[in-house]
């Protein structure tokens, strides 16, 4: 009986004892798997950080403006009698436009025309008496006084009808008429049609109060718009405003530019009206106008009008070491910007051998002005070391990365300098 208690109390010892040894043996082993376990390689595009000479621009939006513009509308009421233009037509400078019933104001002028002759006549009479010692002078004055009053009268009824003949007070194109035959004008309320002079144009636009002193007049502006993509146009800085807006910190900036025939824009490079020359950041041509050319050819189709909006950058003094890095590298946080740096780690392995693998670490770094595909990085990053461009999302700080770049990003990096 005892042998048969001894033999069980073995078995029960070796099974739990078995148990817990295994358990043990587990969390031991669960242990060191971990403590050694490395996590797979992320593949990620890389990218060598770049020092090249960077070329700062201010952008911004800007809004042309006609160099002269007007809604025309008359000074005298009166009904419409005659409309001498057509909507969207080019006119000259004194073209007549319309005419307000007069019929009142030319019956005036040959009262007082007829007035004029009388007092005329008079005054005459009264100088060949006086030569003649039959008159005093004071009748002299007294006729001569009635002489000028009626040319006055006259002048002033000549100029009441010139108010009703309206003309283009310079050369431009009209917009659409908003009158018509017969119609009451009331002055200055009325408006009869918007006349635009097209070439040449103004271009306005706001500029930070801190970019003040960057702008200067004579600079040059390229700007370029989204009904011509392919193309850029060149104009000059003409004049900035004596004062920041309270409001908004900004400042008002007017640049000059020759409009441009629409015609020539399609085929830039075989027109003679327009000049061309390549962009140095790219492959666009930059089109540049004359006012001069257009009016001697007598261009009358442009293709800028009033009211229209172009994106404009005006180019600062270039930054001759200047550290960029692809957009797509930058991770954007309310914490900070950040970027993955490729560098090489060392863990031992089996053998106790070292071999070399490669980590992605966090940097933070402060970023600067973003143009194309590239962003300036002005502190936390320096040329030549290699950072992640792709993948970054799948990333934490001493992730094992392998690169993998088979996939190439269509980027157009700024000029490099020269090593």
């Known amino acids: 009986m005892k042998k048969r208690v001894t033999i069980m109390g073995i078995c029960l010892f070796v099974v739990f004892g078995g148990i817990i040894f295994f358990n043990l043996f587990k969390a031991f082993m669960i242990k060191r798997f971990f403590a050694h376990y490395q996590p797979p390689a992320v593949a990620v595009a890389s990218a060598v950080v770049q020092e090249v000479k960077w070329q700062p ?3 911004a939006i800007g809004t042309f403006v006609a160099s002269n513009g ?8 009166g009904n419409v009698m005659d409309i001498a233009f057509k909507s969207g037509q080019y006119v000259e400078k004194d073209t007549p436009l319309i005419v307000i019933d007069d019929a009142i104001d030319q019956a005036a002028l040959k009262f007082n025309q007829a007035d004029l002759s009388l007092k005329t006549l008079n005054y005459q009479r009264q100088e060949n008496l006086y030569k003649r010692g039959a008159t005093p002078i004071s009748n002299v004055d007294e006729a001569k006084a009635l ?5 006055a009268k006259v002048t002033q009824v000549q100029a009441q009808i010139e108010q009703k003949h309206i003309r283009a007070p310079f050369s431009g194109r009209l917009g659409i008429r908003q009158v018509n035959m017969g119609q009451y004008i009331t002055p200055g309320q009325t408006t009869i049609v918007s006349l635009q002079a097209l070439d040449p144009l103004y271009l306005e636009f706001y500029v930070p109060e801190h970019l003040y002193k960057a702008v200067h007049k004579g600079q040059q502006i390229i700007f370029s718009l989204e009904n011509y ?4 146009f060149a104009a000059q800085v003409s004049a900035i405003n004596s004062k920041v807006d309270p409001n908004t910190h900004n400042v008002l900036v007017q640049g000059t530019l020759a409009n441009c025939p629409a015609a020539a824009i399609k085929h830039p490079q075989k027109s003679t009206l327009i000049k061309t020359q390549k962009s140095p950041d790219s492959n ?3 089109i540049t106008c004359d006012t001069q050319i257009n009016e001697a050819n007598k261009v009358r189709h442009y293709a800028f009008v009033p009211g229209m909006f172009a994106a404009v950058d005006i180019k600062r003094r270039p930054l ?7 957009s797509t ?11 993955y740096v490729i560098e090489k780690s060392k863990n031992e392995d089996k053998n106790n051998s070292a071999k070399e693998q490669l980590q992605a670490k966090r940097i933070f770094v402060h970023t600067g002005e973003q143009r194309g595909n590239y962003t300036v990085i002005k502190k936390g990053l320096q040329a030549g070391q290699m950072v992640v461009s792709a993948g970054e999302i799948k990333l934490q700080d001493g992730t094992p990365v392998v690169i993998n770049n ?10 490099h300098l020269e090593q």
């Open 329 to 339: 590298a930058i991770s954007y946080s309310l914490y900070g910007n950040s970027v």
């Open 70 to 77: 007007v809604d025309i509308s008359a000074q005298a009421s």
């Open 284 to 286: 666009q041509l930059i």
């Open 147 to 151: 002489m000028e009053q009626a040319q």
């Open 229 to 232: 993509p392919h193309v850029q």
């Open 57 to 59: 621009t201010i952008s």
């Open 406 to 415: 088979d996939v190439k990003l269509d980027n157009h990096a700024p000029e």
């Open 320 to 326: 001759p070491h200047t550290v960029i890095v692809p």
